[in-house]
C-alpha cells in the first residue's frame, strides 16, 4: 500500500453526509464548501486538493482542473450519473474519476415507480385541490386517472435501474417494452420484456420511463417530435436526467391534453423549474429525490470515501469511470 500523506486535502465541493465524511476526516484534511457553496468558492476551495467530491450539482470542467492544480489524483461524483464530469478533461490531466452505482438502484426505481402510480392516478392535482379547500365531495367524474395494471410499460435504457424499475412491475401484470443500445436477453427471458426501437415504444406505451444517462446523444430525447408519437393518455416518468426532457414541449404537451400526465424528478437547469411546467396539469414533480433513502444516501456517501481512499492509497478504485 502506498503512504498516505496526512497532509493529503479533500476538498468536497458541496456537502458529504457523515458516513462519508468521517471515514476522511480520519485520514486527511477535509474542506467543505457546504450546500450553497456558489461556483467562486468551489473553485477557491479545490485549490491544491489531491481529492474533489463533486455531485451533480457540480460542474467539473477545465476550469476546475486547473484551479485544483496537477496535485489533483481523483474526483469522486456523489452520484452514479456523471454528466456533470468533463470527462476528456479528466483523462487528458490524468485525473480519476468515480462514480456511485448499484447501491442507489432501488431507490431511483422505487421513486420512479412512486412517480408512475402518483402521475397516472392524478394524486399530485388531487392532493393540491384538497389542501387549498377545493374539494367539495365524493365526485364520480373527478380525478379519474389510469391503472398500471394492464398497462404497456415502456423503459427506456433498461441498466441497472430500468431493469429494477421492471422488476418492481412484475406485481401490476404489466407489459413490458424496452429501448437500449444492446439487447438484454436475460430481462426478456426473466421479465418478458420486448426490445423495440424507441419509435416503436414511444407509440406503444401507456408508461414511458425514462433510464438512459445523460449525453449529447440522449439530450432532448423527449422533444415535441417524441411527444407528438405518444398516445395522448401516455405517462412520462423521468427520474435520469433532466436534459433527457424538453420541458417546453412537455408543458405544451400537458397543457394541451396531447399527453395523459407526467413524473418528473429531475429538470434541465435545475433546481430552476420552468413557469410553465409548475402551471401544467397533471404534472407529479420532485426535487431530485431519486437517491432520497436514508440507506442509499448514506450507501452512496461511503462509496465515495472508498473510491477516494483507494486513489489515494494507489489503489484501483471500486467504481471507476475514468
Ligand atoms: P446504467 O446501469 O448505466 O444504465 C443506463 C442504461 O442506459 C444502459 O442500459 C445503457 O445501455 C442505456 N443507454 C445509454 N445510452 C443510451 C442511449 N443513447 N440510448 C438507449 N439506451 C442507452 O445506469 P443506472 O445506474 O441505471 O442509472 C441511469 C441514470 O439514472 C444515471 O445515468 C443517472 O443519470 C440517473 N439517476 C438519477 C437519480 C435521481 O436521483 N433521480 C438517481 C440515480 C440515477 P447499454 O446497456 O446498452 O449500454
Not at 392524478?122 to 391503472?147: I, M, S, T
Not at 427506456?156 to 439487447?183: H, K, N
Request: proline share 5%; with cysteine; net charge negative.
Amino acid at each position: 500500500m502506498e503512504f498516505v500523506s496526512p497532509d493529503a486535502v479533500i476538498a468536497i465541493a458541496r456537502n458529504l453526509l457523515p458516513a462519508g465524511a468521517e471515514l476522511l476526516r480520519e485520514r486527511f484534511e477535509v474542506r467543505e464548501g457546504g450546500l450553497d457553496a456558489s461556483r467562486e468558492r468551489i473553485i477557491e476551495l479545490v485549490e491544491g486538493a489531491d481529492a474533489v467530491v463533486a455531485d451533480p450539482a457540480v460542474a467539473v470542467d477545465e476550469e476546475l482542473l486547473r484551479a485544483a492544480g496537477p496535485g489533483l489524483r481523483v474526483v469522486a461524483n456523489f452520484a452514479v450519473g456523471y454528466d456533470n464530469v468533463d470527462l476528456d478533461a479528466c483523462r487528458a490531466a490524468g485525473v480519476r474519476v468515480t462514480n456511485t452505482p448499484d447501491v442507489l438502484t432501488n431507490a431511483t426505481a422505487e421513486l420512479a415507480l412512486a412517480l408512475t402510480l402518483a402521475a397516472g392516478r392524478l394524486v399530485g392535482e388531487a392532493e393540491r385541490d384538497l389542501r387549498a379547500g377545493h374539494w367539495r365531495g365524493w365526485d364520480p367524474a373527478a380525478y379519474r386517472g389510469q391503472e398500471l395494471s394492464g398497462a404497456t410499460v415502456g423503459v427506456v435504457g433498461l441498466g441497472r435501474i430500468g431493469r429494477r424499475y421492471a422488476e418492481l412491475l412484475a406485481g401490476f401484470d404489466a407489459g413490458l417494452l424496452y429501448s437500449s443500445r444492446t439487447p438484454k436477453p436475460d430481462a426478456e427471458s426473466r421479465l418478458g420484456a420486448r426490445r423495440v426501437e424507441l419509435e416503436e415504444l414511444l407509440a406503444r406505451a401507456d408508461v414511458v420511463s425514462l433510464h438512459v444517462p445523460a449525453s449529447a446523444e440522449t439530450r432532448h430525447l423527449i422533444d415535441a417530435a417524441a411527444l407528438a408519437r405518444m398516445k395522448p393518455t401516455a405517462v412520462l416518468v423521468n427520474t435520469a436526467r433532466g436534459a433527457l426532457v424538453d420541458l417546453a414541449a412537455l408543458a405544451a404537451a400537458l397543457r394541451e391534453g396531447r399527453l395523459g400526465a407526467a413524473g418528473l424528478d429531475v429538470y434541465e437547469g435545475e433546481p430552476k423549474v420552468p413557469e410553465e411546467l409548475l402551471a401544467a396539469p397533471r404534472a407529479v414533480l420532485t426535487p431530485h429525490i431519486g437517491s432520497a433513502t436514508v440507506t442509499a444516501r448514506d450507501a452512496m456517501a461511503i462509496t465515495v470515501a472508498e473510491n477516494v481512499i483507494a486513489v489515494l492509497e494507489g489503489r484501483e478504485p471500486p467504481n471507476p469511470v475514468v
